[in-house]
Every structure is written in C-alpha cells, then in structure tokens.
T-cell receptor, first 112, second 114 residues
Framework: LAKTTQPISMDSYEGQEVNITCSHN???????ITWYQQFPSQGPRFIIQ???TKVTNEVASLFIPADRKSSTLSLPRVSLSDTAVYYC?????????????FGRGTSLIVHP | DTGVSQDPRHKITKRGQNVTFRCDPI?????LYWYRQTLGQGPEFLTY????????KSRLLSDRFSAERPKGSFSTLEIQRTEQGDSAMYLC????????????FGPGTRLLVL
C-alpha cells in the first residue's frame, strides 16, 4: 500500500515560510502527489499537485526530488488563517483500480 | 454553488438503525469517492465510482456499508445496523477522470450513533 508519513504537528509564526515534508517511499511510477488543507468540520481543500521537480501556484510551492520518495509543501509567509491540518495524498494503482491514500496529516499552528 | 454537496450535514441515530447519506458531485465530474474520517486521522478511502460503475469497493468497512450511483450523477452511502464505532465524518469527493486525479471534497456528513 502506498503509505505516507508526515510530521504530526508544526508551529510557526506569522510571516514565516513553512515547509512540510511527506515521505511516500512506495509511490507508483505514474502517480501524482497532491496536498490538501483541512479546517475543523470541513472537507479537505485542494492546494497543489505535482509529479516531479517544482510546481508553484498562487498559494504554495511543491518540491519533489528526482526519486519522488518524498515531497515538500512550502507555504510562503503564513498567516493565522493558515492554521489547519495539511495532508499529502498519493494513490495505489492495481489492476486498473485506484486507491487514494491519505496520511494522518500535519497540524500546523501559526502564532501571532 | 457548483461545488460538491452532501446531505444531511449532521445525523444522529440510535444503534441498530439504518442511515443513508447523499452526495452530489460537481456536474461534469465522472468520478465520485467516499471516505470516512475519524478524529485525528486522515480521510480513509471507502469506495469510488466512475460514472455509474463502482470500480473499487474492497475498502468498504464491512458488509453493512454499501454505496450506489445509479445514474452516474449523485451517489448514496448506506450504513445498515449502525454501531457506535460508525460515528465519524463521511466525506464525498469528485474528480474528472484523468491521470492527475485531483479530488474536490464536499463538507461532509457527521454521523453520531448513540
């Protein structure tokens, strides 16, 4: 099973850059890495997705090394509203089927 | 609102009762996923559909759980003979079938079994 491992929690301060790393040693060759943000009592919200190297959008960057066994979500200049749980998602592909696998997530707390 | 919707948002039931949850995906999305999430854990995959076909159901938690998507649009998740351990958030997500599999989630249905 494509298992992911993330730090359970992180603390930061407003205006700092935050980097959250996820390991996914068994990622399938054709699988993408997707990161989600989740606030309490809400469904996860898509942040960013990538396959290799670096991807950047208006809210985050995603760094994926050549071996693709890990990925790092980078949040520039966090604010209090970035306090949330962050999940990386990879999938297991078997016989044409796709099983998405979330880790336990990283609880990020941003302090004033 | 053109996002994924779920109904009801909250459900309280007594042990042994059956419950059914509904999910309406984003209209052009042909894949629909169901997850369960308990406190402090990430979403746990249950099953998914492509159009009306249920492509993966081996992760449904027991034979008390079943899901349907009869016309390839909305989907229902039913739990029969509920148990207290079924108390959780049930999430639905949808996606366009493509390599990237970007899923968009609904707000979830929170189930409490007394």
């Amino acid at each position: 099973l494509a298992k992911t491992t993330q730090p359970i929690s992180m603390d930061s301060y407003e205006g700092q850059e935050v980097n959250i790393t996820c390991s996914h040693n068994n990622i399938a060759t054709n699988d993408y890495i997707t990161w989600y943000q989740q606030f309490p009592s809400q469904g996860p919200r898509f942040i960013i997705q990538g396959y290799k190297t670096k991807v950047t959008n208006e809210v985050a960057s995603l760094f994926i090394p050549a071996d693709r066994k890990s990925s790092t979500l980078s949040l520039p200049r966090v604010s209090l509203s970035d306090t949330a749980v962050y999940y990386c998602l990879v999938g297991e592909r078997s016989g044409g089927s796709y099983i998405p696998t979330f880790g336990r997530g990283t609880s990020l707390i941003v302090h004033p | 609102d053109t996002g994924v919707s779920q109904d009801p948002r909250h459900k309280i039931t007594k042990r042994g009762q059956n419950v059914t949850f509904r999910c309406d995906p984003i209209s052009e999305h042909n894949r629909l996923y169901w997850y369960r999430q308990t406190l402090g854990q990430g979403p746990e995959f249950l099953t998914y559909f492509q159009n009306e076909a249920q492509l993966e159901k081996s992760r449904l938690l027991s034979d008390r759980f079943s899901a349907e998507r009869p016309k390839g649009s909305f989907s229902t998740l039913e739990i029969q003979r509920t148990e207290q351990g079924d108390s959780a958030m049930y999430l639905c997500a949808s996606s366009l079938h493509r390599d990237q599999e970007t899923q968009y989630f609904g707000p979830g249905t929170r189930l409490l079994v007394l």
